[in-house]
């Protein structure tokens, strides 16, 4: 019973201090919707590195067929880091989406509350339209966001054994073995990479749909 409270106080304690720190930044003139604009650059960029990162390490990937057997250390040291700067960049662009959801659930709700202090119906009616559309279009980033970032577990997966395979096979056969899936893996980090590009393009739109439109 304790272990099924941890969950839900957890959220709330965490909710309670993101809705801390939205005041905070409200008081000295940055409001939850610079703070979503702001998060939403930052993922934008987070994936600009992880889709330059990701196709860094493919080519490091590709070129494994060509070493010649006295590097082959040297090579899976090359790899390993790759694979180890993917990881990184993958974990930095889900921590940047969920921080981009935090603050937009905020504003949502907060949005959300505000039509009921509206005492001119038309302007209520405009800003309710508002709303809805920055809804729709906030949805539409988030998916695009997410399928990409989803996209780069089976890239990690399969980096992770190939690199794993390496390391307890330093020879020519692990070579070869890596080589035989090496056109699998540029397939999918060719997918990951157009996902990316989707929802950096999105992020653009998003951004600037915010930047003109009126504060609500």
């Not at 390993?80 to 504003?107: G, M, Q, T, W, Y």
Request: with cysteine; glycine share 2%; hydrophobic share 45%.
């Amino acid at each position: 019973m304790r272990r099924l409270l941890v969950v839900p106080l957890l959220s709330l304690l965490l909710a309670g201090c993101a809705g801390t720190y939205y005041s905070a930044m409200e008081k000295i003139g940055i409001p939850k919707r610079q703070i979503l604009v702001d998060r939403v650059e930052a993922a934008r960029g987070s994936q600009e590195k992880a889709k330059e990162t990701f196709a860094s390490a493919l080519e490091q990937f590709l070129s494994v067929a060509k070493v010649a057997p006295p590097e082959l250390k040297a090579t899976y040291d090359r790899l390993n880091d790759e694979f180890k700067s993917c990881e990184s960049r993958a974990k930095d662009v889900r921590d940047r989406i969920a921080a981009i959801d935090s603050v937009a659930r905020a504003l949502f709700e907060e949005w959300t509350v505000e039509l009921a202090q509206y005492s001119n119906p038309s302007l209520r009616a405009q800003s309710e339209r508002q709303l809805s559309a920055t809804k729709r279009r906030y949805a539409e980033l988030m998916r695009l966001m997410e399928n990409a970032a989803a996209r780069m577990d089976p890239v990690l997966a399969t980096f992770r054994d190939q690199v794993l395979f390496l390391k307890h096979n330093l020879n020519a056969q692990a070579i070869a073995s890596l080589d035989s899936t090496s056109r699998d893996l540029q397939q999918d980090i060719t997918r990951l990479i157009a996902d990316m590009d989707r929802s950096i393009r999105e992020a653009d739109a998003f951004i600037a749909t915010m930047q003109q439109a009126p504060a609500n």
